[in-house]
Every structure is written in structure tokens, then in C-alpha cells.
């Protein structure tokens, strides 16, 4: 759990923290779409350079990003492997049949290594510099266009915001639990596997117990606080969009036209 | 059995998620004798709670030892040294009622026990006795802990703990959410218990009242280090430093206070009780 | 006098099984500007009354009207405008995800304007005394700045009455004594009718009125003083604990329900 970094906010003040989540999710998704036209060594240089860039206004070490793609590497040289053994084309290094090393796989390779190595850092800058809250906000606002389609977009955000809220909640007891049973005499990680298994009922059972209540006492407090699901709501926390977010929008685009001229050379 | 508990130099350190507190403990020297009562006071995140998960191994120092009879918990321990220790410290957590999970009350009261090698049938006494202890009929052994009310839960859940025999016992805010009487029934039955069992006994609280009414020795947390441990008399009788830690008298002190600045006779003794003060006040001749 | 509350004949029962109704023919009214405490011991019926004031529960008999305007399904929306509740668990009830998203909790479900919403909430956090914790997420709040949090949220409502179920029960004494003063001032400031079920006895000494329950019916009721000397089960204040114990030995107390002043008064003859 410790190890996960995509997904987690780093607190702090940079040019990032401040951007809408709006540009930022955009830019994101935008992003992946635009790793996928570099095709050039000279194009990866570009967004390599750009995005370290970016990894730098964040204000957060290089080395969490690093330990950020830690527990997707073997996925990673996997893949990367499999674009050196397989692919053929231009010089071949080495031949045992099936298979071949080969220029356009060493190249390949490593295409494939940057283009996940990039993606990871680069969707790992937008969560660490952006609130979970936040991101929600920001993917309900997006998503609103779903209304139309009768996706109950403004439920979802509200369900997942209350979800986020209730996290650390979740967190303490558990760990409070944990502790009771384990001052009982509990040894979690020992024995065989049903003998683990038996150690968690203990833990699930008051869980599950506290969270029902919990829900209960949710739902009368937003009941009473006029809560009605499907009636118009207005939020209090405002998105803000600024000259700023239109400009890194922009600058998204420039970098996609960049590789695109780069890629017809 | 005797039981003496030793802090020297605990420093402690918590990891939860991504968020590293910075010792939580610091450098922490204690020495509580057997037999005693303890209250542990302090504000909110002053380490009370860190200083419980220690003597029961669930927090490990970084730094010093924690001496519990004769096992000592430092850095590096055997498995078996906190089996051991669990054994012999009864930890009641707040809210204790949220670790009750069992099919029956019997079965949750002697999980405890039966964790720590005793026999079921043996554990079965223990639970019929110790259910008897905390104030409840022997009927409820069979029922569900689920289907119980708040305040037998909380006792349900104190009698886990009793079952296990231990020397000492730790208990984080036993009546906290309950009403003042169901409050009072639950110190009462520590007390006897702990009297009974001469038991060493450390009990975190806000309540000056709990402190005045039940402990011999107050221990005073802040930043994560004991800043005082005293005998209770003592520790209410100066007043001006109980303000600046910004912690309350007890009403009969307060009301000692009161007295004597009103009518400028003084009362013989520090009045911790009710019953003191009324006592005092026939003795010097002012009801 | 303006009747802000009038019960009438309530009647519920929780489990059709028993023949005994969790509260039976309650009848009581508050006034504009009082502070009514509803005392009583588990299960005396005291919570299950504060579910069917919200309309949360739909009483078998008996009719409850607030502001003249009575509880039916279709005004419950517009009483709970009326009556601000607030619960026993101060992290349960805190649904915003900093301190002034949940006073604005309340205030979006109105589908109020912004700025309008901005103007509530910073009123609600000073009444509280919880300005400078607006951007606070629940997990650096003490139980105590919850609870606050949860009447500022209550009081963004602009409600007629504050009613506190239990609402000091998790709090630490030195939080209870903040908050009491702090509902005080309120009552005062913003004439606020105040109803509050409850332990605890500095929350029932403050008030003007108390009602006594006892397995689902209304027993007694009248001022704290005359509550404390007649109900010799219920813990009174210090200062009337301590005139009873010098009356059983013997010293020549007044008869009559003392307050910590009158006693340090009469100590001091």
C-alpha cells in the first residue's frame, strides 16, 4: 500500500497545485494521445525534455515518480522484452529461431519502454499536484455533458466525494480493530493459508458491523440536511478556470504539432 | 502477580500510508509500580494512546526499551516476546464494543483466551465468571453480540479483556459516549477489579473527575514525552500549574478553592472527592 | 407567546412485536427563544422522539407542528428547514469535504446561488467560532470543532430551532464546557430556540425548561431547580450534590435546590 504512489496527492503550492483539475485531466488524457505520434528518436528526446520539465514545476522529488513506476516495472520490461525478442527488421544481432534481435526491435524497445515510463510520470504529476476531491470535481464537471444521456453524473461525483471524505475514517478503524484483535492475541501472516483467513473474520466482521452504522447515521444527517437525490443541486466548492489553464492547454497543442512535423520529416 | 512497568528512553515513530509523524514518543522515562492506578492525561495527540500501544507491543520503540515484568520490547524482538506481553497486558481500546465480532458473547469473551492457550473449557469458566463480574446474567453468554444494547456491548467487550487474566491493564477512556450512570458503573467495576486482582492499572482519560476519583499517580503527556508523574494529591494541589497546562479541577477542589478564597479559612487537606470536601467542611466548622 | 413547537399526543413503537410503545402520547410545546432540555435514561424513548421531530420516523399517532406549520410527507422537507438537528457522532454527520464545504452541505441541496451560499456559510463559521478553520479537512478536527462544524451547518439553514440529540455525549469534558458557553451566547445573539436531548447536567442546568422521560412517556417537567430537587435519581450540579450530603448528616442546609453561588453564599454566612 505504502509503495503506491499514482493516485496520491503531495500537498504543496506549485504553478501545478494551482492549475484547474479540469486542464490538468485534459492534459492527461491528452497526453497519451499525443506519446503515441512520437516515432522518433529525436521525438522521444522532445518529450522526454518536457516532461522532466513538468515533473520539475511540481515541486515534488524526482525520486517518488521513480518509486511510482517501481511496482509497474516488470509489466514494463515484459513488454519491452517482447518488442526485443520478436520484432524483426533492419540489422539482425542475434537469430535462435523465433527469436531475433534485431535493430527495429532494440528501437522498439525502447519506444516502448519511454512510452510507459511517460505516462506513468506524466499521470502521476497531475494526481500528486491535484486534491482527490478535486479530481472529482473536475471529472464531474466533465462528464456533465452525460446528464443528457441520463447518466446520473452529479450522484456519482457526490457518492465518490463522500467516498474520499470517509477514507482516513476507514483507515483509523481498521487499524484500531487491528490492533484490539491483535492485543487478543491475533497473529495476522502466520500459519497456513485458511488459518490467515480465519484471522481476518475478526477484522471484516466489526468492519462491515461499523461501517452499516455509519452509513445509517450518513444518511439521517443528510437526510435532515435536505439532501433529495435527483433534485437540482448547486455546489459551493467553484472551479475556476484561468488564462493559465487555457494557456497549458495550448501548450499541449503546440507539443502535439511539434511531433507531428517532426513525424512527416 | 506483581507487574512493574519500565520505559527507559522510548522513542517512537508511526507509518500510516504516506504521512511519517516524527516520534510520536520522545524519549520517554517512566517507571510505574506494581499495584497501582495511573491515570495517563494530556491533550489530544500529546502520545497517551502511543504510550498504550507500547506496553502492548503493538508500536515498537525506535530507540530505548520498554521493560513489561521481565520481558523487555525494544527494536528487534522475538515473536514470542510479544505473545508474552500481550498475555500479561488486558488493553481495552476506546470504543472497545467495535472489536466485538463472535458468533456469541461466550465465544467473543474467550477468543482472548484461547488465543493464549487456554483450554475451552477452562476459557468457558472464565467467561461465566467474568461475565458475572462486569455486571451481566449468565443468559446473555448465549446471545449474539450484535443484538446487544451500546452499554452492555462496552461491558461485553471489557469482559474479553478480563477473561485473559491480565497483570496489567490498560484502558483508553472506558466511559467515553456513555451516559453518567452507565459511565460511573463501569469505573466502579475497573476499581473492583482492579483492587481484587491487585492489578497494575494505567487509564487514559480526559475527566479530572476519573483522575481525582480513581487513580494514586497522574501522569502528565505533551509533545510525546511524560513532562510529569506524580502522586494525585500532589498533582492538584497547585492549581496555577494545572491552569497553565490548561487542564480542569475537579469539582470538589474547584469548589475547595472557591471556599477558601471566599470565606479566608483554609481546609486541612486537598479535597479530591465529594465526600472529602463534605467532610472537611463539617471539620472546620463552616457547615 | 409564539408556540415555535407544538407536540401533540406522539405515539411510536419500534417493534410491533412488544406490547410496550417506545414513547406514548408525548405531548409538550416549545416558545420562541427557550431552551428546552429533555432528560431521561437509555432507552426512555428520548432519541427515537428527535427521529420524529426531523420526520426521519413516521409516528403511529399524534401530530407535530413547527411554526404553526404541521408534519405530514409532503411539509417534512420544509420543517426540517425549520429544525436544525444535530447528531450524537460528530464524524458521521460531517458529509462536506473541508469544514466550509460541509456548513454548505445544507445549502446546496436548497440549490442556493454562490454568493448567497458564500455569505451563510461565513456567518455560520463565526457564530461558531470556526473562521480560521474553514479550509480544515475532518481528520485534524477534535471531536469538539466536529460538533461545532455540525451546528454552524445546522444554523447556514437559518432553522427556528436547534435541536441537539445527545450532540456532548462524545465530547471531552473541557469541549462540553466551550460549546455550552458557545450555545449560551447564541441563544442570546441569535434568539434561538434551543431544544436539547441530553445527560449531561451542566447542558440541563442552563436551560429554562425540563422535561423528564421515562420509558416513552412524559414524567415530569418544569425548571432545572425544581427538576433537581424533586428527581432524586438524576445527578444534580455539584453544588446541590453537596447540600444533599450535608443535609443526610445532619447540618442545618436549606431546603431548597441550591446553586454553586447560593451555596458558596450560605457556606460563607
Sequence with gaps: MNKLILGRYFPGDSWLHRLDPRSKLIAGVAFIFIIFLADSLQAFALLWVFTLFVMRLSGVGFRTYVRGVRPLIWLILFATLMQMLFRTGGATFVDWGPITISEYGIINGFYVFCRFVLIIFFSTVVTLTTKPIDLTDGIGSLLRPLRKLKVPVDELALMLSISLRFIPNLMDETQRIMDAQRARGTQFGEGSLIQQMKTLVPIFLPLFASSLNRAEDMANAMEVRGYQSGTKRSTFRQLSWKRIDTASLFIMVVLAGVLLVVRTI | MAMQVKFHNVAADYKLGPIRQSFVLQSVNLAISSGTFSAVIGPTGSGKSSLLKVLNGLLVPKQGQAHIGDQVIEKENDKHVYKEVRKRVGMVFQFPESQLFAETVLQDICFGPINFGVPFEEAKKLASDVIEQVGLEQDILTKSPFSLSGGQKRRVAIAGILAMNPDILVLDEPGAGLDPKGKAEIMSLILNWHRKKEMTTLLVTHDMEDVAHYADEVIVMENGSVVMHEEVRDFFSDDQRLEKWSLELPNARRFQLKVEQDTGVKLPNICLTKNELVEALIKVGLA | ?269
Design chain 3, 1 to 269: 407567546m409564539v408556540q415555535q413547537l407544538e407536540v401533540e399526543n406522539l405515539t411510536f413503537q419500534h417493534d410491533q412485536r412488544l406490547n410496550s410503545k417506545t414513547l406514548s402520547n408525548v405531548s409538550f410545546t416549545v416558545q420562541k427563544g427557550e431552551w428546552l432540555a429533555i432528560i431521561g435514561h437509555n432507552g426512555s424513548g428520548k432519541s427515537t422522539l428527535a427521529q420524529l421531530l426531523v420526520g426521519l420516523l413516521v409516528p403511529e399517532n399524534g401530530q407535530i407542528s413547527a411554526d404553526g406549520l404541521i408534519m405530514t410527507e409532503d411539509t417534512k422537507w420544509e420543517i426540517r428547514r425549520k429544525i436544525g438537528l444535530v447528531f450524537q457522532n460528530p464524524e458521521n454527520q460531517f458529509i462536506g469535504s473541508t469544514v466550509q464545504d460541509d456548513v454548505a452541505f445544507g445549502l446546496e441541496n436548497l440549490n442556493m446561488s454562490y454568493n448567497e451560499m458564500k455569505i451563510r456559510v461565513d456567518e455560520a463559521l463565526e457564530m461558531v467560532n470556526m473562521t480560521r478553520f474553514r479550509f480544515h479537512e475532518p481528520t485534524n478536527l477534535s471531536g469538539g470543532q466536529m460538533q461545532r462544524v455540525a451546528i454552524a451547518g445546522a444554523l447556514a439553514l437559518k432553522p427556528s430551532i436547534l435541536l441537539l440529540d445527545e450532540a456532548f455525549v462524545m465530547l471531552d469534558p473541557l469541549s462540553r464546557k466551550d460549546l455550552l458557553e458557545t450555545l449560551e451566547n447564541l441563544k442570546i445573539t441569535e434568539d434561538l430556540t434551543i431544544i436539547s436531548i441530553t445527560h449531561d447536567v451542566n447542558e440541563t442546568a442552563v436551560s429554562d425548561r425540563v422535561l423528564v422521560m421515562e420509558s416513552g412517556e412524559v414524567v415530569n417537567s418544569g425548571s432545572p431547580e425544581e427538576i433537581f430537587l424533586a428527581e432524586q435519581a438524576i445527578d444534580p450540579p455539584f453544588a446541590e450534590q453537596l447540600r444533599r450530603d450535608l443535609m443526610a448528616k445532619g447540618r442545618s442546609v436549606p431546603e431548597t435546590y441550591m446553586t454553586e453561588r447560593e451555596m458558596l453564599g450560605w457556606l460563607c454566612k
